[in-house]
């Protein structure tokens, strides 16, 4: 047996050429099935939600009361809504205000908050002292009143929207980055970089943040989704866009109240956002698989 | 009376009533409430107010009727008046002078002698302008109200309310009316318990504590029991009611359902005896059943949009009439509601006491789009960002996108819709701070007055900046002093269809009321103003063999 053991390290002439993280990364996530398909179908419903001006088959508004709810035929492939709207239609154009809000408001969550526990965690002292004190601030100050102030003070905008959300969103992710951050900057190889001269932005860069994507991509897969809720619901409370506009959040919404007549008002959007949470949960288990440093290159 | 109906939220609230009742005990709230004398009432929102000199709208009165009565009362099936605190009155032969006499056994609710002097005081409170009254006007018919309110006369002792004795009050009008006594169970005239208002603040203080769950003093049938934000007022049998021993209710909660979906559903498992509203897919269910609970019957009020003239493209009066008659009325009446709604082209209901509003007002795109091009919007070119203000509910979100789309058709104009929640939408309109704002009222009592004279300039609910010195001038002086009821509504006609040319407010459609009503709430006959009597309700489980027994179709 042990005279046909692989040697665990070839030797070549050639210098091994080191692999990026994100090519690393790649490589991995391209052997991990489900995410793979999560990806798909991620780019594809963004996809037709860029299309969706030239590709709907109705208009989003076009109303034909006569027609009223209808279940799904071949006309409306989905059926209609109470003012004879077309489901189908709706739905895409749903999708563009759910997506848009999702990834934008996500995205500037992300960027404070990484940011903001980043150097909060790293600096430590005072500094950490006096941001986390913000952050504590801000968490106890009850999100609905911050939003609803923002959008009094500023008017009602869809870009706006996107931003009150992110600047809400942010808290608990600066609290996650900040305690990686903590636990990463006393442990060996940080050390070790130290001790090798390298600077500290080097050091943030190239061990810290990679460290830290894990728990920050799982966080970011759970807050889309918990966004394009909290878009519905500020919609509802007439914060958000208004009718004839529509996102999944507010179909949904609107389809739990007839969902005993009409269920498929319900349903379709219902499914609609539900692909999409799955894809980018299995999308997201994936990149934390693939982008974790501590497991083996292979 | 504002009519509202109202929206989402308190879903938690309601979602965790469910579940706890849900599972636990075996018996439902209603079968519990059937037991003991308790009526669920679904009550659509959270009051804006409970002193009677504030409030406005339908669901306040429903519980400041429950907590305080007036001089007289209505009998809930003829609506005509009955003895209320006063046990008789006498009428002078000129209509100018009544005459009450008050009960001798009529108490306030922590056992305090009630008597005349009581309305002397409160009427005067009423009038003070620093209260912001918006009912005020209720109290012009009556000698120099007016010119006391508007600062005219300085001395409350020459307006006509005089308490002759404790048990005598005497009051004088301005003209003959012939609603007055049926003004007089409205709540903007219901007497307030002085020392309770003065011991939390001044007589002309608004939003004092005195009407807070502890503080409350009444007259009525009902003491304020408990006042829990978002979750429900309660009301206890009030033993010093001067008629305590025909009460059979011994409490009553108000929840405040703004969810439609969620009232129902809270209905159907046994939470509600009866809800304010029912939802517009539920109608055609319940019809379909043939069931008994569902009761549709009309309603005098109406349903219509305010415009405020003071925003300078709404101050033509060109573009108003044109955006009312891009409305498509019998559409939204026959395929949005769904309820047997009446489309109305006129803001006072049809029929009431006899009258018959004149309109030239009909759903007419050329003509719209002609107006709109004349008013300098060809095509709806350049019209400017207008918005749609509604108080957030299922159907008047309907409405409006149903309107709204019709104006893009018609018009090639974009309206916004804003939502809001009851107490800010009322502020707002109140206010002035909107440029369409939907709206409706409910008749007070049973005259076409009560649907004309909130357009008065100033009127404290007119609301849409519109004036028209005419207009005032018919309501005020001529259609009082009108010495026949023919040449009465003759006034009436003309005033409204002055008030129809200038537009000041959409007319959209007559309500219906609807509601599903438990069978074991007895004693309670509907009525076109849809005022309960809560000391008349009383509770009997049903035979559950009977029940199966088909309704009668009230449509």
């Known amino acids: 047996m042990a005279a046909n053991a692989p040697t665990s390290t070839q030797v070549s002439a050639i210098p091994e050429q080191g692999t990026s993280l994100w090519q690393d990364a790649w490589i991995k996530l391209r052997k991990n099935r489900l995410a793979l398909y999560g990806l798909a179908i991620l780019v594809l419903l963004c996809l037709v939600s860029l299309a969706t001006p030239w590709i709907a088959p109705y208009g989003y508004e076009e109303q034909n009361l006569g027609l009223g709810a209808t279940a799904p035929s071949l006309q409306h492939w989905l059926g209609t809504d109470i003012f004879g709207r077309d489901m189908l239609t709706r739905i895409m154009y749903g999708g563009r205000v759910s997506l848009a809000v999702g990834f934008i408001a996500t995205a500037v969550a992300l960027v404070i908050g990484v940011l903001w526990g980043a150097i909060a965690g790293f600096t430590g002292g005072r500094v950490d002292a006096l941001m986390m004190r913000i952050v504590d601030i801000l968490y106890a100050l009850p999100f609905m009143i911050f939003i609803v102030l923002l959008m009094v003070i500023f008017g009602r905008n869809i870009f706006l929207l996107f931003f009150a959300i992110g600047a809400v969103e942010w808290l608990t992710m600066a609290r996650i980055v900040r305690s990686q951050v903590m636990s990463l900057r006393k442990q060996e190889f940080v050390e070790a970089a130290h001790s090798l001269g390298l600077s500290q932005w080097t050091i943030i860069r190239r061990h810290i943040i990679p460290n830290t994507l894990g728990p920050v991509i799982v966080y970011t897969t759970l807050t889309i989704p918990s966004v394009m809720l909290l878009e519905a619901f500020l919609s509802f409370l007439g914060l958000g866009i208004q009718p004839p506009q529509s996102s999944w959040g507010l179909l949904i919404n609107y389809g739990v109240e007839t969902m005993e007549e009409y269920p498929w008002l319900l349903i379709f959007p219902g499914i609609a956002l539900s692909l999409t949470l799955f894809a980018l949960n299995f999308l997201g288990d994936g990149l934390r698989d693939a982008l974790d440093p501590r497991t083996s290159k292979d | ?555």
């Not at chain 2, 429900?232 to 021993?245: F, M």
């Open chain 2, 1 to 555: 009376m504002q009519k509202l109906i109202s929206s989402l939220l308190p879903v938690c609230t309601v979602a965790i009533c469910l579940i706890l009742s849900g599972c636990g005990m075996g018996e439902s709230r209603v079968e519990s409430g059937n037991r003991e004398g308790i009526l669920h009432w679904g009550n659509a929102t959270e009051p804006q107010s409970l002193d009677p000199h504030i409030a406005t709208g339908v669901p306040e009165h429903k519980i400041i009727t429950a907590l305080m009565e007036g001089l007289v009362l209505k009998d809930s099936t003829t609506l005509e008046p009955i003895p209320g605190v006063a046990e008789s009155w006498h009428i002078s032969d000129d209509g100018l002078i009544y005459t009450f006499y008050l009960r001798k056994n009529a108490r306030w609710s922590n056992g305090d002698p009630h008597n005349a002097h009581d309305y002397v005081w409160s009427w005067w409170r009423a009038l003070q302008p620093a209260l912001g009254n918006l009912y005020a006007y209720m109290y012009f018919p009556i000698y120099n109200a007016q010119a006391y309110y508007e600062g005219d006369l300085q001395d409350f002792t020459d307006v006509g309310v005089k308490a002759l004795d404790d048990h005598t009050l005497q009051i004088q009008l301005e003209n003959p009316t012939p609603y007055f006594l049926q003004l007089l169970d409205h709540y903007s005239l219901f007497p307030v318990h002085r020392p309770t208002v003065e011991k939390f603040g001044t007589a002309d203080e608004r939003g004092t504590r005195w009407t807070f769950e502890g503080n409350l003093v009444g007259n009525g049938a009902f003491t304020l029991n408990e006042w829990k934000i978002n979750r429900y007022i309660s009301v206890n049998k009030n033993p010093h009611y001067w008629d305590a021993e025909r009460v059979k209710l011994n409490q009553v909660y108000f929840y405040p359902t703004e969810n439609l979906t969620t009232e129902e559903r809270m209905f159907r498992a046994g939470q509600l005896h009866y809800t304010y509203e029912v939802p517009v897919d539920k109608i055609a269910v319940y019809r379909q059943k043939k069931s008994q609970e569902l009761q549709i019957s009309p309603y005098l009020g109406s349903y219509f949009y305010r415009f405020n003239t003071r925003v300078e493209h709404l101050s033509d009066k060109r573009v108003r009439r044109a955006l009312a008659m891009a409305v498509d009325r019998q559409k939204i009446a026959d395929q949005v509601l769904k309820a047997g709604q009446v489309p109305a082209y006129a803001i006072t209901p049809p029929n009431t006491m006899g009258y018959y509003p004149q309109s030239n007002l009909t759903f007419d795109p050329d003509q719209a789009r002609a107006l709109m091009a004349e008013a300098g919007y060809p095509n709806g070119q350049g019209f400017p960002k207008t918005e749609i203000l509604y108080n957030t509910q299922e159907e008047h979100r309907k409405v409006a996108v149903a309107i709204q789309q019709m104006w893009k058709d018609v018009l090639n104009i974009d309206v916004v819709l804003l939502n809001q929640e009851w107490k800010v939408y009322l502020d707002s309109v109140a206010n002035g701070d909107y440029a369409i704002a939907r709206a409706a009222w409910i008749g007070d009592y049973v005259d076409p007055n009560n649907f004309l004279d909130m357009w008065l300039c100033d009127g404290g609910n007119n609301r849409t900046g519109w004036c028209n010195p005419d207009f005032d001038q018919m309501i005020l002086e001529q259609a009082p002093k009108a010495k026949t009821h023919a040449e009465r509504l003759k006034i009436f006609t003309q005033a409204e269809t002055l008030l129809l040319e200038d537009m000041p407010a959409l007319p959209l459609y007559i309500y219906v009321s609807k509601h599903l009503v438990s069978p074991s709430i007895k004693n309670f006959p509907q009525n076109i103003l849809n005022q309960p009597s809560f000391k008349d309700i009383y509770l009997q489980a049903p035979d559950t063999a009977m029940s199966d027994i088909t309704g009668k179709e009230t449509n």
